[in-house]
């Protein structure tokens, strides 16, 4: 299978599990959200780690740690999915799923405002007019909510941001997530540990069921990353941009038709503008992309 097709279809295996995990964080309560996400660290170390040993794949390691730099990058991105999944779940497991949907929807116009603000890139007409209806949003969800839409703008920074750092790291699926979590381990042991010694951890406390539950929050947190991982580095950011939408939609039909969250008129209004924005946004890049291929395929006349 062609390297970009394989790419692709991990794309939309990742973002269709992570479309679907506000069905799977209620299921854990009467955990907190720390206890969770302490939990999801540890497990997917583990899940990785197998991974890794059913595939025999140990000689990246020495290899990784003699170059800091990327050592450096991991850490960063160890750092930045930590607030992603710690927001992520604060979000679902309190009734504001459609909110973290928004970040999501929010996050290729922040990637964009990235490449200005990072990679001094420029652009285009359309895509500072999608940029500026994607603040128009933000502003009427600010009238609508009474407060800055906080959650959706953590998790599009903090998810943009990770994909770039992911980007520039160019290390595999596996082991980029096995040094993550590793960098991650020993604070949510101790949280856990914490919790055990003030008698107020629910791992085994609630029954056989919720405790493999907990452990799978491992599992599901390995796997679409990994996929993540495997599509972001075959696949171009154009077409990883398509694709993202994917996550953003499920997540957003589960907290309107599943979790029954109110959505006043001045909230459609809201995510109507972004959408609007967001179509605005891939007709532009898709036209890009079109005429840059017209012009490579071009003859060159002497």
């Given at each position: 299978?062609?390297?970009?097709?394989?790419?692709?279809?991990?794309?939309?295996?990742?973002?269709?599990?992570?479309?679907?995990?506000?069905?799977?964080?209620?299921?854990?309560?009467?955990?907190?959200?720390?206890?969770?996400?302490?939990?999801?660290?540890?497990?997917?170390?583990?899940?990785?780690?197998?991974?890794?040993?059913?595939?025999?794949?140990?000689?990246?390691?020495?290899?990784?740690?003699?170059?800091?730099?990327?050592?450096?990058?991991?850490?960063?991105?160890?750092?930045?999915?930590?607030?992603?999944?710690?927001?992520?779940?604060?979000?679902?497991?309190?009734?504001?799923?459609?909110?973290?949907?928004?970040?999501?929807?929010?996050?290729?116009?922040?990637?964009?405002?990235?490449?200005?603000?990072?990679?001094?890139?420029?652009?285009?007409p359309w895509q500072w007019g999608a940029?500026?209806?994607?603040?128009?949003?933000?502003?009427?969800?600010?009238?609508?909510?009474?407060?800055?839409?906080?959650?959706?703008?953590?998790?599009?920074?903090?998810?943009?941001?990770?994909?770039?750092?992911?980007?520039?790291a160019k290390v595999g699926a596996a082991?980029?997530?096995?040094?993550?979590?590793?960098?991650?381990?020993?604070?949510?042991?101790?949280?856990?540990?914490?919790?055990?010694?003030?008698?107020?951890?629910?791992?085994?406390?609630?029954?056989?069921?919720?405790?493999?539950?907990?452990?799978?929050?491992?599992?599901?947190?390995?796997?679409?990353?990994?996929?993540?991982?495997?599509?972001?580095?075959?696949?171009?950011?154009?077409?990883?941009?398509?694709?993202?939408?994917?996550?953003?939609?499920?997540?957003?039909?589960?907290?309107?038709?599943?979790?029954?969250?109110?959505?006043?008129?001045?909230?459609?209004?809201?995510?109507?503008?972004?959408?609007?924005?967001?179509?605005?946004?891939?007709?532009?890049?898709?036209?890009?992309?079109?005429?840059?291929?017209?012009?490579?395929?071009?003859?060159?006349?002497?």
């Amino acid at each position: 299978m062609p390297e970009t097709r394989r790419g692709v279809l991990y794309g939309i295996a990742a973002y269709t599990m992570w479309g679907l995990f506000p069905l799977y964080w209620p299921l854990l309560k009467p955990s907190g959200a720390l206890e969770i996400l302490a939990h999801r660290i540890a497990w997917s170390l583990v899940a990785v780690v197998v991974i890794l040993a059913v595939r025999r794949h140990w000689s990246w390691f020495g290899e990784l740690l003699r170059t800091p730099r990327k050592l450096g990058l991991l850490t960063l991105a160890a750092a930045l999915i930590t607030v992603n999944w710690g927001v992520y779940i604060y979000a679902v497991n309190t009734g504001h799923v459609v909110e973290s949907a928004l970040g999501y929807f929010i996050n290729p116009l922040v990637s964009v405002l990235f490449g200005v603000l990072l990679l001094k890139e420029r652009l285009r007409p359309w895509q500072w007019g999608a940029v500026g209806l994607g603040v128009v949003a933000v502003v009427v969800l600010t009238l609508d909510y009474g407060r800055l839409p906080w959650i959706a703008l953590v998790l599009a920074a903090s998810f943009g941001t990770y994909g770039l750092v992911k980007k520039i790291a160019k290390v595999g699926a596996a082991e980029s997530m096995t040094i993550e979590t590793l960098v991650l381990l020993l604070p949510a042991l101790g949280y856990l540990l914490y919790l055990e010694q003030q008698g107020t951890a629910t791992f085994g406390s609630t029954g056989p069921g919720h405790a493999m539950l907990l452990v799978g929050a491992g599992v599901i947190t390995a796997v679409p990353l990994l996929c993540f991982t495997s599509a972001a580095i075959r696949v171009p950011l154009t077409m990883m941009g398509l694709l993202q939408y994917i996550a953003p939609v499920l997540q957003f039909i589960v907290g309107v038709f599943v979790a029954h969250e109110v959505m006043p008129p001045s909230r459609w209004i809201g995510f109507a503008i972004v959408w609007i924005a967001l179509s605005l946004f891939t007709w532009d890049s898709l036209r890009a992309a079109h005429q840059a291929r017209r012009t490579a395929l071009e003859p060159v006349t002497v």
